[in-house]
């Protein structure tokens, strides 16, 4: 799941992540970092889970929530 939109949500889009691809769920210009909030635009976004439906900004922050779920 996408952290909560605190941008008021103008640009937001909503992804459903699979493995090795997402499916643009409602169009928007970017999401929202799971770990650390940061915007990322779509055309950007490389990292996210399919099991936890949540992106990631970069490759540290994917590996910060693999060990906060897996300890």
């Given amino acids: 799941m996408n952290a909560p939109d605190t941008t008021g949500g ?3 889009a909503l ?3 699979g493995d090795g691809d ?3 769920v ?4 970017f999401v929202l970092c799971a770990v650390s909030g940061v915007r990322i635009p ?3 976004l ?3 889970s399919a099991v936890h439906q949540e992106a990631y900004a ?3 922050e ?3 929530r693999w060990r906060a779920v897996n300890p």
């Fill in 22 to 24: 997402f499916t643009v």
């Fill in 15 to 17: 992804l459903n992540f």
């Fill in 26 to 29: 409602r169009p928007g210009r």
């Fill in 62 to 64: 994917a590996l910060a």
């Fill in 42 to 44: 779509l055309e950007a």
């Fill in 10 to 12: 103008a640009d937001l």
């Fill in 58 to 60: 970069g490759p540290a």
């Fill in 46 to 48: 490389r990292y996210w």
